[in-house]
């Protein structure tokens, strides 16, 4: 069945032929009328029956002609075309591939997301040979990667452990203040920065992988402290390309949480440096003190100082969702500033971290004098 244009234009040509033909028969019709009449001299200059039939052979003949062989001549155009996409078809694929390989902004303009996934998947399939790793692998990445609201750059965190003089020296209840400062480079997605310190695991996890915290601190309630207590948590100061900002502080049952705006820098869709300091209380017996990395991050370092603290040896360990060798540097419990740093370099996966992990010089102690 033919489709709608070639109807149409079967249509025109049809109507074409009859009125071509119509008026050179009427031309030729005329011309004879002025060769037999006197008033018809005048069209003896105007070359009317030429004219007439032209136009009565080309209705006739010509046109007729091309109607017939309307078939036959797309056929001959269709093996032209297909024998000149046959012969440059390598051409025009290497043209494409190179487009998209050194051009690949022009992807967006020619393809959905959907559509993009679909190629980077099957390329990903292409180079590991596994289509279900590939397609298992690419998804883990879209949901941490592209799916993060931030991603963080020239990332630093130092802390400092120093004894806790308000509670016990040693035993339950024995404590370490953690200062915390962070400092890194990120485009604001959220206007307001959120600190929460809460003291159910439940509402801990919640929290880890909510987008609109900024970081989350789990406390277990001992010696009558929990999570709203004043002394276990408190933001010290927050500032933006080094402007301070107003930190507000809420208590709820057994949480407690501190907020803070960013100011004018978030809109205007630029990177900032956000740099912020908190301080924790750190059960002794718990042997850890560890940090994560809640969004994508590139470069990011880490340094802790112990001295004056009572511990044996530090221990590092990272976790941190990269293929490089993470660079240590430890300054022993002898040293009079006994600390240790871990530095990575490059780009990390959200949920990594690094860890500390300590052992008490009264504990050695205590093992030694068993042993005796």
């Known amino acids: 069945m033919a489709s709608p244009l070639e109807r149409l234009y079967q249509t025109k040509l049809a109507l074409l032929a009859t009125v071509a033909t119509v008026v050179g028969i009427a031309l030729m019709l005329l011309a004879h009328w002025a060769s037999g009449n006197a008033a ?3 069209l003896d200059n105007i070359p009317v029956m030429e004219v007439g039939s032209a136009l009565f052979t080309t209705g006739l003949i010509a046109i007729f002609f091309e109607y017939i062989d309307q078939a036959d001549a797309e056929v001959r ?16 694929r290497d043209a494409v591939v190179d487009g998209f390989a050194f051009a690949p902004e022009s992807l967006t303009n020619v393809a959905s997301k959907q559509t993009l996934d679909r190629i980077v998947e099957n390329c990903l399939s292409i180079r590991l040979g596994d289509k279900e790793l590939a397609a298992d692998a690419y998804q883990d990445l879209r949901q941490q990667i592209i799916g993060a609201r931030q991603r963080w750059e020239d ?4 802390v400092a452990l120093t004894p806790w003089t308000k509670g016990p020296a040693e035993g339950r209840g024995a404590m370490f203040v953690a200062t915390i400062r962070w400092e890194y480079r990120f485009v604001p997605s959220s206007p307001v920065l959120r600190f929460s310190c809460v003291s159910d695991l439940d509402s801990y996890r919640e929290l880890s992988i909510d987008p609109s915290s900024t970081a989350t601190w789990y406390f277990e309630p001992v010696n009558g402290l929990d999570a709203s207590s004043p002394e276990v948590f408190e933001l010290v100061e927050l500032a933006v390309n080094g402007k301070p900002q107003k930190i507000r502080r809420s208590v709820r049952k057994e949480d407690q949480v501190f ?3 960013l100011g004018d820098e978030v809109n205007t869709g630029e990177a900032v440096t956000v740099s912020y300091t908190y301080r924790v209380l750190v059960q002794q017996h718990g042997h850890v003190l560890h940090l994560d990395l809640a969004q994508p991050t590139k470069d990011f370092r880490a340094e802790l100082w112990y001295g004056d603290c009572g511990i044996r040896h ?4 990272d976790y941190l969702s990269g293929p490089r060798q993470p660079r240590y540097t430890h300054l022993s419990a002898s040293d009079p500033s006994p600390s240790v740093e871990v530095a990575y370099e490059g780009w990390t996966f959200p949920k990594g971290g690094v860890a500390f992990v300590w052992v008490l010089e009264r504990e050695m102690r205590t093992v030694t004098s068993r042993q005796k």
Do not use: D, F, Y
């Open 314 to 317: 530090m221990n590092v360990v």
């Open 40 to 42: 018809g001299t005048w």
């Open 155 to 158: 990332a630093h965190v130092a």
């Open 77 to 92: 155009a269709n093996q032209r075309l297909r024998k000149v996409l046959s012969e440059e078809a390598p051409a025009i």
């Open 259 to 261: 907020t803070c705006t």
